[in-house]
């Protein structure tokens, strides 16, 4: 247990994930606080050129969050009152919140059970005249079949844009998450492996879409220098995200390769020692796909029992996300509208467990994890 102020909190003895702050990222910081320029700057600029080279698309705008990223995305393509946005059912409440607060219809569709992702076929039947855009979710870094969507985007003259919160390092045949679709939008809130504490980066191959959500972010702001030649052009907000936050995401990028190579090792490890569990059900990554490995999950029977058993060791295991037709935000149809069923959603949200997955785990913690879930399936 520690003690902070007055709340006194328990230390999980294996975290579900431990952010990679070395010296190099204390030291970047000191260095912008040195510098007196604390708001956005040359250092977010670095960081978004990152991110950008790493994931291949043409553009990339930093955010101070997934979520506002999406809301930006959404008005930047043009979605708003009077359109409908296709959301997956099992995924982070965002991803449909942010349908609403551009004034569209999220209207929910079921996922592939294996996968988690999205039910394509699904998707498309969801399709009316009024759909604007889709929002599909490569979620805990399983990466959605970019060629698919592309075939839907093409027939059916809809935006794709893809909530890539969890997918930095993701790939479905050789094209990375954030440079297939009309934008994506990723997150860096300390779950994900690059985190900046609160962040996010909108990446897209439309210099025109780029520039609106660029002048968008920045109170609808066009030319900033000279400061007196600056034009407003539209509309706009303060969605930056400040050089002191970006130097922690900048001196994590550059060492991106290392820290999703130690990633991948990890969840290769987990899936040799888990191999034969019985009663232990592996997700399916998409086919043609390269996992990047966000959140290691597998499927359990008993999941909250189990996982309860686990946390009680000291082994900080997490539910996978949240399946949205069972959240009271999402029960107006007015505000929202379920797609037929959810079964393949509501075995996702029952079954999946998080395992702890955190660069400087070692063998004996992973070993530790498997012998605790073995031994909590048995009895718990
Ligand atoms: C699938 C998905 N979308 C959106 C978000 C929201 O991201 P942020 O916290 O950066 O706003 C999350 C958060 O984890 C997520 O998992």
Redesign the pocket.
């Known amino acids: 247990m520690s003690t902070t102020g007055n709340t006194t909190r328990r230390i999980p003895l294996i975290p579900l994930i431990r952010p990679v702050i070395d010296d190099t990222v204390k030291q970047r910081v000191l260095e912008v606080l040195d510098s007196g320029y604390l708001t956005e700057g040359a250092v977010t600029r670095d960081f978004e050129e990152n991110v950008r080279r790493f994931v291949g698309a043409g553009h990339a705008m930093a955010v101070p ?4 990223g ?1 809301e930006i995305a959404l008005r930047a393509f043009g979605v708003g009152p009077g359109h409908e946005v296709i959301v997956p059912d099992y ?2 409440p ?2 449909a919140s942010v349908v609403n607060i551009v004034g569209a219809l999220p209207v929910v569709v079921d996922v592939d059970p294996e996968t988690m992702l999205v039910d394509y076929d699904a998707l498309e039947r969801a399709i009316t005249p009024h759909t604007r855009a889709i929002l599909p ?1 490569s ?1 805990f870094g399983n990466p959605l079949d970019y060629e698919r969507l592309d075939d839907i985007r093409t027939r059916y003259g809809v935006y794709v844009i893809e ?1 890539a ?2 997918a930095l390092g993701a790939a479905h045949a050789g094209t990375r998450a954030g440079a297939a679709c009309d934008a994506a939008v990723f ?3 300390p ?1 994900k492996f690059i985190t900046t504490g ?3 980066m909108v990446t897209t191959n439309s210099a025109e879409h780029a520039a609106w959500m660029d002048a968008y972010k920045h109170f609808g702001l066009t030319a900033s220098t000279p400061r007196e030649a600056a034009t407003f052009t539209t509309i706009g907000t303060n969605a930056k995200l400040s050089d002191i936050l970006a130097a922690v995401g900048l001196a994590q990028m550059e060492r991106i390769d290392e820290l999703l190579a130690r990633r991948l090792a990890l969840a290769a490890r987990y899936t040799e020692l888990l191999d034969g569990m019985p009663g232990v059900t592996m997700p399916r990554t998409t086919p043609g796909g390269t996992h990047s490995y966000q959140t290691y999950c597998i499927h359990i029977d008993r999941r909250d029992h189990i996982m309860a058993a686990l946390r009680a060791q000291g082994v900080e295991a997490q539910i996978g ?1 949240y399946a949205l037709h069972r959240q009271p935000a999402f029960a107006n149809p007015a505000t929202c509208r379920l797609s037929g069923p959810m079964p393949g959603s509501r075995q996702a949200a029952d079954h999946c467990l998080a395992l702890p997955l955190y660069h400087h785990m070692t063998d004996d913690d992973q070993r530790h994890v498997v012998r605790t879930l073995a031994e909590a399936m048995r009895t718990a």
């Open positions: 969050s997934c979520t506002v999406l995924t982070y965002a991803t979710v979620l909530d919160a969890c997150s860096f809130h779950r609160e962040g996010g996300t």
